[in-house]
């Protein structure tokens, strides 16, 4: 079965930065989507980046959602077993808990939709004050 290990999170002050790390294994397929999404308090969750995994053409494609995009940036090591989330210029409203997903099969165009998506790690808190 395929299971996520998540790491990364913590508390920084606003313009600070974070970098959090998710490790698939369990996977018995060559091509798969991972993604990062967030849950505030009292809010729903939501995507906030995605990878597509050994996808061919696709491989690599990334997806963020507008209110990340030029802060974060998502990437896979060269061993395509763990993605990162690189987290710039945090706001205060960044604040959330994040969870790494995958499923299997290409990103698009499900990359940001949480019901998508069908194994979760555990979450990771991170704190903007």
């Known amino acids: 079965d395929v299971q996520l290990v998540e790491s990364g999170g913590g508390s920084v002050q606003p313009g600070g930065s974070l970098r959090l790390s998710c490790v698939a294994s369990?996977?018995?397929?060559?091509?798969?989507?991972m993604g990062w999404f967030r849950q505030g308090l009292g809010l729903e969750r939501e995507g906030v980046a995605a990878?597509?995994?050994?996808?061919?053409?696709?491989?690599?494609?990334?997806y963020y959602a507008d209110s990340v995009k030029g802060r974060f940036t998502i990437s896979q090591d060269d061993a395509q077993t763990t993605v990162y989330l690189q987290m710039d210029s945090l706001k205060p409203e960044d604040t959330a808990m994040y969870y790494c997903a995958a499923d299997t099969g290409l990103c698009w165009p499900r990359a940001l939709r949480t019901y998508e998506y069908n194994y979760w790690g555990q979450g990771t808190q991170v704190t903007v004050s």
């Open positions: 369990g996977y018995s397929y060559s091509q798969y989507c």
């Open positions: 990878i597509s995994i050994r996808g061919g053409l696709q491989g690599g494609t990334t």
